[in-house]
């Protein structure tokens, strides 16, 4: 899970061009957004991109984004539940 | 009247006509301006070239200016003219759904597949709830811009307008020539 933390970490650095920021200056137990990381809409709409192409996961309900990107652990966490590749 | 200018090309800044020291060119010149003059904005790095020229032409010009910033004002338009709407953006874009095998649209490269989203950006920086404006047009042709500013100024909400050129064809090929105009009591033709 770690390793997939990690990576995970790195993948959402370089989708949403966060520059300046290494994976260890991300919290996995903290807030994507709002006062967490600060992601906006547009964001959420990337990681869900993301998770599909990386993960070949399809969120079917968008209102499901809502607990899966609590944090970084969370979307891990689901990840390893659901990923088909 | 005009009252301060700023120009950018991938190797060059002007403010006021006076040329700003910098070390980086193209792209990276912009992301230089930002670090060294802003840095306060990370959207910055979420936005499209052009966005990003835009942007940090508006900030040198702003900051030369030296007025109040960030105080809510609806007496300034935010007018820009380019030739090459937002070309860059719009084939980025095309590159996240070229491949029917590798289909994932990208929402943050849509998002800037609109050139007016620049001078939103920079109306949202600043407060600006006056007109704002961005006209695609084959050249740069001083009369159409004129034209433009005047009846701008037929609003009498509008005191000044921050405007001028911002073109992007790709991350090495740019142009920004950006100034404030201000509402003279009488005129009928602006020269440039």
């Known amino acids: 899970m770690d390793e997939l933390i990690y990576t995970l970490k790195q993948q959402i650095i370089e989708a949403l061009n966060l520059e300046d920021m290494t994976p260890e200056d991300i919290d996995e137990n903290a807030s994507l957004f709002g006062e967490g990381l600060g992601l906006d809409s547009i964001d959420a709409l990337e990681l869900i991109v993301l998770m599909e192409k990386n993960y070949g996961i399809k969120l079917k309900d968008p209102a499901q984004g809502k607990e899966i990107f609590k944090s970084v652990a969370v979307m891990a966490d689901f990840i390893s539940k659901n990923r088909t590749k | ?192």
């Open chain 2, 1 to 192: 009247m005009t009252r301060h200018s700023v120009m950018i090309t991938p190797d060059s800044v002007m403010v006021n006509g006076k040329p700003l020291a910098h070390k980086e060119n193209g792209a990276a010149l912009l992301t230089e301006l930002y670090r060294t003059y802003v840095g306060d904005y990370p959207k910055f790095f979420k936005m499209d070239t052009l966005c990003k020229l835009g942007f940090v032409a508006s900030e040198l010009l702003l900051q030369a200016e030296g007025e109040p910033r960030f105080v809510p004002r609806e007496d300034r338009a935010v007018i820009l003219f380019n030739r090459n709407a937002s070309l860059q953006a719009d084939t980025a874009y095309q590159a996240t759904i070229q491949d029917p095998d590798n289909f994932f649209p990208s929402p943050a490269a849509f998002v800037y597949t609109l050139p007016n989203i620049v001078t939103g950006e920079i109306a949202i920086r600043n407060k600006y709830y006056g007109e704002t404006s961005f006209f695609v047009m084959e050249n740069d042709d001083a009369s159409v811009i004129s034209r433009q500013l005047v009846n701008a100024f037929q609003d009498p909400k509008t005191l000044s307008i921050l405007n001028g050129w911002v073109d992007c064809f790709d991350e090495d090929h740019f142009e920004a020539h950006l100034f404030i105009l201000d509402k003279l009591p009488t005129y009928d033709i602006l020269e440039f």
